[in-house]
């Protein structure tokens, strides 16, 4: 049979894995993860939005991406906070409230391969972990890139939105973001985590997230 490229390369595209999640749905395989026994946001899953009410608590929700994701290296989100924390120094530990966050956590193949299943904590506690947090909260300027107060070299904040009431929609390209935090690519993004912050200033947080995308 005589070798016809166009063949090949519809051959090679039908079979490649799918470098992209698409729409990401807020559905039952998310995972709540409390800091604290007695204290929790409540997060109100509903397909393509996600409902987040935290009342001077703190905890987020998580999810494992499937492989076939690992590829992932933009995303875009609709957000809204209707009620919202003061203006906080995202910096300083035990002290850095904030409205909404999103994290985007990226590991080695090897040892994403190893840590499958493993929960969001030890994920997050990995050395290999690099872990870009888009905030809408705090005091520093959108377009800041601060150190987090938790992860130290393994993670960096993006200030998306300051502290204040509002909706937003957003693209980030999280390539040239890890690049500019970490200085190198990205490796697998192998996880997704939302969070709400209000535990330090006793207030309350009224926010939702929706429409996220992984390309």
């Known amino acids: 049979m005589r070798f016809c490229p166009i063949l090949a390369v519809a051959l090679s595209l039908a079979v490649a894995p799918s470098a992209y999640a698409g729409a990401v749905s807020f559905d039952d395989r998310w995972e709540h993860q409390r800091f604290s026994l007695f204290s929790a946001n409540d997060f109100d899953h509903e397909g393509a939005t996600l409902d987040v009410v935290s009342e001077g608590t703190v905890s987020l929700t998580w999810l ?58 030890k994920l997050l506690d990995a050395a290999e972990a690099r872990v870009l947090v888009y905030v809408w909260g705090g005091q520093s300027a959108p377009g800041s890139v601060l150190p987090s107060p938790y992860l130290g070299d393994r993670g960096k904040t993006v200030v998306l939105n300051g502290a204040g009431t509002g ?46 995308v992984l390309n």
């Open 64 to 121: 494992a991406l499937p492989e076939a994701d690992w590829g992932a290296r933009a995303a875009s989100w609709d957000w809204s906070v209707t009620e919202g924390v003061p203006a906080t120094d995202l910096t300083k530990k035990g002290g850095d409230d904030r409205d909404l966050a999103l994290y985007f956590v990226f590991l080695p193949e090897t040892v994403a391969r190893e840590l499958s299943g493993a929960p969001i904590r």
């Open 167 to 212: 909706q937003a929609s957003e693209s980030v390209d999280l390539a040239a973001d890890h690049e500019r935090a970490f200085g190198g690519a990205p490796e697998r993004l192998v996880g997704l985590a939302v969070s709400a912050d209000s535990d330090d200033t006793k207030s309350v947080i009224r926010g939702a997230v929706s429409n996220l």
